[in-house]
C-alpha cells in the first residue's frame, strides 16, 4: 500500500498515525541502529486508510501487540529540516494523528519491527525523564506531564 505523501524536489510531507502508550509511567517510543534519536509509534497513513486503522496496524507492526485506542489525543502539524539519514537536505512537513492508547497493565510486547530494513528496538522512557533522552515528537515531555481531555491541535516549528 503506498502512504499518503510525497516529495517534490527538496520538500517532503507525509500524514502520519501515531501512539501515545503509557505503562507504568512510561512512554513506549522506538529507536533503531542508525538514527541518533528516539520516535514515536507509528507511521504513514495508507491511501484509503483511516488514521485510526492506520495507528492500530503501525503499533501492532512495531510492537507486536495489538493496543485498543481510548481517544485521539493531538492533532500535530510538524516543520522540521535538521535531518540525518534518508531526510538529509529535506525541508519536511508532517501532519499526525497522535492516539493515545488504553494501557494493558504491562510493558511486556513481542517487537520484530524493521523500518526500511533496519532494526527497531522499542524503549520504555520514563516520563520524568523524557527531558534527558533525544526523543521526537518534542511536545510529548511536557504535554504527558499534566492531565488532558479533548483534542488538541500542537504546532513544532523546530526549521533551522
Known sequence: ???????????????RAAAIIIEEDCALFAGNEIDNYY???????????????AVKREVLEETGVEYEIERLAVVHE???NEN?????GMDCHEISMYY????????QLNSDS????????????????LDKYKAFPTFLKEYLSKEHAGIEHIITDERK
Not at 39 to 53: A, D, L, P
Not at 84 to 88: R, S, V
Request: charged share 25%.
Open 114 to 129: 524493521y523500518s526500511q530494513g533496519v532494526r527497531e528496538t522499542m524503549h520504555w522512557i520514563p516520563i520524568k525523564d
Open 100 to 107: 493515545l492508547m488504553k494501557p494493558r497493565g504491562t510493558k
Open 84 to 88: 540525518q539519514g534518508t531526510l538529509k
Open 78 to 80: 510538524n516543520f522540521f
Open 39 to 53: 520516535y514515536s509509534i507509528g507511521g504513514g497513513v495508507h491511501v484509503g486508510e483511516t488514521s485510526e486503522k
Open 1 to 15: 500500500m503506498q502512504d499518503c505523501g510525497f516529495t517534490r524536489e527538496n520538500k517532503w510531507f507525509r500524514y
